[in-house]
Structure formats: C-alpha cells, structure tokens
C-alpha cells in the first residue's frame, strides 16, 4: 500500500542554507516526493488517492536534529520528582504525594532541589516526614546541593540490610536519642545512590518518555553522546515495539571501542532509525566544577588549570585505533588544553578526520589558532549554545582576556568549520527554540557578562536553524536522509505556530510546535492540530 499525504496552505521551509521556500509538499510512504506549489501537490495527492492536510497557514520546516544528548538521563530526569523552590516541608509533601499518585511507578523513588533555607518550617526534613507520605516505597530527597539527601525509613530498612554497620556521622546523622533522622551526607549519600534501582523495565519506560518529550519539543533525530551496552539493548527492543519514533545516531562508550573492533562494526551499522556511529571519550570536566583543562590558571581560582580524563598517549591509541577500525570519534573537550590534546591525536591520523567526520564535543574555550587548525584538519564540532546562558559565570572562571575564546560560535562557523547544535539534555532543556534563542540573542536579555565581551559572535536565525537541521545531520553522517524537505529526504518534518524568520528574537523561545513527524507519520500532534485534522 502507498501512502500519500499532501500539506496545502503552508509556508514550507525545504532548507535554510540556501533559503528555499515552498507552498506545498507531498509525501509517499516515508519520504517527500514533491515540494513546490498547492495545486500540484494536491493534484498529486488525489490522483494517487491520498489525503490533502490543510494546515491552515502555518510554517513547516525540517525537524531539529540535536546531535549531542542523552536520552537515558533525560528519561530519568523526567522520572525525577522535582522540588526545587519548595517553600515548606509540607509543599515537599504534596508534592511527593502528587509524584507517587500520578507519575511513577519505579521501585525507589527519586526527588531532587529541596533547600531547607526556604523552609517555612525554619528546619530540615527528616524521614518521619516522609513517612507520613509513604511507608511502603523507599525515598531518597536530595538537596539542592547533591552534597546531602533525606530517606524514609523504608529506605533505612533497605540501607540497613546492605550497609549494615558504619551507619553513623558524619554520613548519617543521628537525633539524641540515637535514631537515624534519615539524612544521608557525602559518602553516606553516595552509598545510598548505589542501592536505588528503579526496577525491570524502567530503562524502556525512561527511553519511551525521553522519545515522547523529544518529539513534542519538534526533535526528529538525535545523537546519542555515550551510550551503554543496556541502552543500546534497550533502544533495539523499544525499535522491536514500533516505539522508537525518532531518530537514533548512537556513540558508544570508550570501553566498548575493543567489542565494536572484534566484531568488524563500523560508523554507519544499523538502519534508518538506529545506527551505531562511533566512540565517545572524555579528555576533561566542566568549567562550572573548574575540571576543565585550561592552558592557563582559572581566573577565579589559579591553584588549578583544570584536570585531563585520560593522557595524551592513550587518547592518541584510542583515535588510531577508532579510526582505523572505521568507527566516527565523538571527543569531550572544554577547556583550550585539552583541544590542544584532540588535535594533537587527530593531526596523527590525517584523512580519517575528514571522512569520519571526527568530533570534538562542546569546545567551549577554543583560541582563534584552534580553530584555524581544526578546520585545516577538517574537525568537526558540536556546539551547545544554550550553554551561554546557563554558563552566566563563565567571565568569572576564564577572566575577561580569554573571554573571546569562549563560545565563539560565529567564527567557528566563518572558519568552515563542520558544526551542529545541540542541547546535551538534560544538561539544557532540550526544547530547540531555546538554543536558537541562545544563539541569537547570545545572553543579551539576561545580562550574561560574556555578551559584552562576545557580541560579534551572535549568529542570525536563518544560521542558527541550518546549523540545527542540516549541519547536524552533517555530523551525524546522515544528511542524505535527513536534515532538509528536498525530495528523496525522509518526511522528518514540524509544523510550528508562527515564523521564525519573522518574529522579533525575543519571540523564538515562544514558538510553539503544533506537530511533528517522522518518516511521515505524525508522532506528536498539539491539541490544536489534532483538532484541526480530525475535522477535515
Ligand atoms: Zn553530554
């Protein structure tokens, strides 16, 4: 059976760079097959006895391709109960009791952000609070912090039977009369963390709903920076379920790289849904936690210069042997030091950079001499724009000489760089419309410092959206299936509420997808669309 559908009355976006625009598209089976004007398109679609979808003035474009994420931590975030701004002791409760009731059904249950400063109650929580919200599942709170968490005492049971002795201060805190209060500090949290199981079946139910969120946000495909060999089984089973509706472009865990050799599998395995691409590795940390490996001190700190994850002489074993193997290379990398250490691995294996399409993750601090280099060697990097608003401080870490370096998203764009977006959800929301906000206004309305430093690195929305579709998909080898609406693409596609080359910049993160769709079926449909299709 063919499948033809036609959208009419729509402003379609075939690509951004360059700019083409079309009033219409028709699509057979998973793919499009026609982009130009209405009459056509429909024409098309009752000849071959197919439906024609009036999307009553609204704008479609290719769906966003966020090509570094997790999805394993997004679907466990969501699973998360959320308490941060909690005003008292009693709103934890509610809220707890409203988690239980209506969200999750996990062996343990999980709660971060309480802040016990804003606490009506002027005290900390304890386990008998909880208990009064339930007995029967244990609970594990943790702090705004990460540093301290609160259990109920079915969690002291569980801790109790595992940990058996030491469980006492300065872990576990204790009242007068010797009872456990139920808060767990530092190692003692740590301890606990490894007792949560969320239960059989819980990896499936995260991935189904990180899919489900992703798709409601207008994400198509995603590219999966790390990935176990449990999320791997995990993704195929959910594929196996018809549940895995979007997009998956998978980097392995570095301690894999020996399995993925001895069996011959190169970047590229799998099929249209779920392909194996290559190895991610680490080199360093973050900025926030000043575990980036910098050239020079931190500003705010110049007792260190950040830390590397692995030595030079292993990541250069690691790339050759990656390469060689055939396998993409997908490199963290923050600080300018440890770009120093991926280029310097990636100048010993020539060509296989630009056929593999060699990544490097982040580059949040990267000299203008880096990028030179990258490009000439034909580096390609995964930009995380949201990054400048969230990273606020960031001045504060580097100092205002090194401040050009940071974020330097235009100029590494000018320098013919190969480059996609992304969110490194759960990290940033994984909402695209945010990053696109991020990258155009580039923290101006907050009040970020690295703005002032930074301006001329803004980028315009038309860049912005090629980088975020198109440049992705570059990166995840997969711009002949995806990434524009020319014909012969797969129909991987969003219907949105209004323009984004229209709307003032303030307006991007206000767009709102009204649908989306993947090979041609709609995987997320807004309230409004649906509507609006069922009453044709
Ligand atoms: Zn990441």
């Not at 609070?129 to 599942?137: G, M, N, Q």
């Not at 764009?413 to 906000?437: H, K, Q, R």
């Amino acid at each position: 059976m063919v499948q033809v559908k036609s959208l009419i009355n729509c402003k379609v976006y075939v690509s951004f760079k360059p700019l083409r625009v079309a009033n219409a598209l028709t699509i057979v089976n998973d793919r499009v097959f026609y982009v130009g004007d209405a009459e056509k398109a429909a024409g098309i679609a009752k000849s071959l006895g197919g439906e024609v979808i009036d999307l009553s003035g609204s704008i479609v474009m290719p769906g966003f391709i966020d090509s570094h994420m997790h999805l394993d931590s997004l679907g466990l975030n969501l699973n998360t109960l959320d308490l941060r701004g909690a005003k008292s002791i009693e709103e934890v409760k509610e809220r707890l009791r409203k988690f239980i009731t209506e969200a999750s059904a996990t062996e343990w249950i999980v709660g971060r952000g309480w802040d016990q400063e804003l606490f009506a109650e002027g005290r900390w929580l304890s386990r008998w609070d909880i208990d009064e919200v339930t007995r029967d599942k244990p609970v594990l709170l943790i702090r705004v912090c990460g540093h301290v968490g609160v259990v109920n005492s079915k969690a002291v049971e569980v801790i109790k039977r595992h940990l058996g002795v030491s469980l006492k201060p300065p872990y576990f805190d204790v009242n007068e009369k010797g009872e456990l209060t139920g808060i767990v500090r530092e190692l003692g949290l740590e301890e606990v963390l490894k007792l949560v199981t969320y239960g059989d079946g819980q990896l499936l139910k995260f991935l189904e709903d990180a899919v489900n969120h992703a798709l409601r946000y207008g994400v198509t495909t995603v590219g999966l920076a790390g990935c176990s060999p449990e999320v791997l089984d995990a993704l195929q089973v959910l594929k196996s379920l018809g549940k895995l509706r979007i997009r998956v472009r998978a980097y392995l865990n570095r301690d894999l790289l020996p399995y993925l050799r001895s069996l011959g599998i190169r970047c590229g395995f799998g099929d249209p849904r779920l392909k194996v691409l290559g190895i991610k590795v680490f080199t360093d940390g973050s900025l926030g936690a000043r575990t980036a490996l910098l050239s020079k001190p931190y500003a705010d700190d110049p007792s260190t210069s950040g830390i590397a994850t692995i030595s030079e002489a292993e990541l250069i074993k690691v790339v050759k042997e990656a390469s060689e193997a055939g396998l993409q290379l997908a490199i963290h990398a923050i600080g300018d030091r440890a770009i120093d250490m991926v280029l310097k691995a990636y100048s010993e294996v020539g060509g296989y950079v630009r056929s593999l399409r060699h990544r490097i993750e982040h580059a949040s601090v990267i000299r203008s001499d880096q990028v030179v280099k990258a490009s000439e060697l034909g580096v390609a990097i995964a930009l995380q724009p949201h990054f400048v608003i969230s990273d606020w401080w960031v001045i504060d870490r580097v100092g205002t000489e090194r401040a050009p370096w940071v974020y330097p998203f235009k100029s590494i764009i000018d320098a013919g760089l190969m480059s996609g977006f992304s969110t490194d959800a759960p990290v940033e929301p994984i909402n695209p419309w945010e990053t696109v906000y991020a990258a155009v206004t580039r923290g101006a309305y907050e009040g970020v410092k690295l703005y002032e430093f930074s301006n001329g690195e803004v980028l315009d929305v038309v860049t912005a959206l090629h980088y975020y579709t198109y440049g992705s998909a570059q990166l995840l080898h997969s711009e002949g299936e995806v990434g524009t609406l020319e014909t012969g693409r797969y129909a991987d596609l969003i219907v949105v509420d209004r323009d984004p080359l229209e709307v003032n910049p303030k307006e991007l993160r206000d767009i709102q997808v009204l649908g989306t769709m993947v090979g041609g079926e709609f995987t997320y449909t807004s309230r409004e669309l649906s509507t609006s299709l069922a009453s044709r």
